[in-house]
């Protein structure tokens, strides 16, 4: 066969193709609504019917036998048959698996768990399935953490609304008592009054160090700070305080771990433990308070308490906004430097991670371990 015959040859092929294809994408075009199975069947009809054309416009110049050119066309038509029929088939399985996919996401949608089929008809499919499940469990994990936030909301409104109340309503029958000349000791109740104003004023202090946390505004000015001599002056500041329940606060471990860190931020992460201890800690037992080095070579610091431990449950709850322990660990009423609103642990888990540090938490026999971790040298970030 000469070029000749082979140029023309294609460019019958190509004429038939281009105007068959042409009008196959006009079709398609009318028929966008329609479904998909339709759509691949034009598709299928499109390339058979190109073939047979170019065949057919071919056979036309060569003389072909009318015999050859019969025998042609009904292969062409039986081909263009079984492409129909597996164009329906394939057609079906995409409509299916589509189901399938939009019924996950109207799942997703609701709130519910999706789970990925373990078989596809192609491996896109198969894909678009797995990340749909996978951001179904995203969003899942998302609403109960928003969930939880809520709850922790709700329940520091309503502790923060109680702590308010008990002390503005003993300065309110104070101040009435004064008033009528009715306080028999005036002195005292001036200096209950001082008392119960300070418990306000660390509750307000401990919401604002809160929300400068949340804000992201909270700046540390880092320095070389020694553990030892930030922690030794801590216990001794809440010595008389843990004196006065009867209970043993000591220091353990090494002295000499030097850190960069805001000392002021990092004495109230210490003193927010201490005092968490102090509160749930029967009288005569002991705290200790201690240093040591990890093997990553973070500082560790620790305070470990013989309050009985907390439940297991609530392990995962304890630097929450708002949460309180359970009553095993909950102090009669006794008011507390900062507060009692339950912001203390928030505040500690907070500085911590200001310090690119994390802190802790588990039982050990007897009480509970909180151990906050710190690089040595802090990475701005």
């Not at 057609?91 to 949608?109: C, H």
């Not at 880092?222 to 809440?238: H, M, N, Q, R």
């Not at 771990?257 to 800690?281: C, F, K, W, Y």
């Not at 802190?359 to 971790?373: A, D, I, Q, Y």
């Amino acid at each position: 066969m000469t070029l000749d015959v082979l140029a023309t040859v294609s460019l019958f092929a190509l004429a038939c193709a281009v105007v068959v294809g042409a009008l196959g994408l006009l079709v398609l075009r009318m028929l966008s609504r329609s479904s998909l199975v339709l759509q691949l069947m034009i598709v299928a009809l499109a390339a058979v019917v190109s073939v047979v054309g170019g065949m057919a416009a071919v056979a036309s110049q060569m003389y072909v036998s009318k015999h050859d050119l019969t025998i042609f066309y009904w292969v062409a038509g039986v081909a263009g048959l079984v492409s129909l029929a597996m164009a329906a088939v394939l057609g079906r399985s995409l409509v299916r698996e589509g189901r399938e996919l939009r019924s996950a996401a109207a799942s997703i949608g609701r709130g519910e768990r999706v789970v990925a089929a373990e078989r596809h008809s192609n491996t896109e499919f198969a894909a678009l399935a797995g990340e749909l499940a996978a951001t179904g469990e995203r969003l899942a994990e998302s609403r109960a953490r928003e969930n939880r936030v809520e709850d922790s909301r709700r329940e520091l409104i309503a502790w923060i609304s109680h702590d308010l109340r008990t002390p503005l309503a003993g300065i309110r029958a104070m101040a009435e008592a004064l008033e009528d000349g009715m306080a028999e000791d005036p002195g005292r109740y001036y200096a209950q009054m001082r008392g119960q104003v300070d418990r306000l004023s660390g509750m307000v202090d401990d919401l604002f160090e809160l929300s400068r946390i949340h804000s992201g505004t909270l700046r540390l000015a880092v320095e070389p700070v020694s553990l030892y001599d930030l922690i030794s002056d801590t216990v001794a500041g809440f010595w008389p305080v843990a004196r006065a329940k009867s209970l043993d606060l000591r220091f353990e471990g090494e002295t000499g771990l030097t850190i960069l860190a805001d000392p002021r931020e990092l004495s109230r992460v210490v003193g927010n433990l201490v005092m968490n201890a102090i509160q749930h800690s029967p009288a005569g037992l002991a705290i200790v308070v201690s240093v040591t080095e990890n093997e990553d070579g973070r500082a560790v610091i620790s305070v470990q308490d013989s309050a009985g431990g907390i439940p297991e449950h609530d392990l995962g709850r304890v630097f929450e906004a708002g949460w309180r322990a359970s009553e095993p660990r909950t102090p009669a009423s006794e008011p507390t430097r900062s507060g009692g609103a339950g912001l203390g642990l928030a505040i500690v888990q907070g500085i911590v991670q200001a310090h690119h540090g994390e802190v802790v938490v588990r039982n050990v026999p007897g009480g509970c371990r909180f151990e906050v971790l710190l690089p040595r040298h802090p990475v701005a970030g």
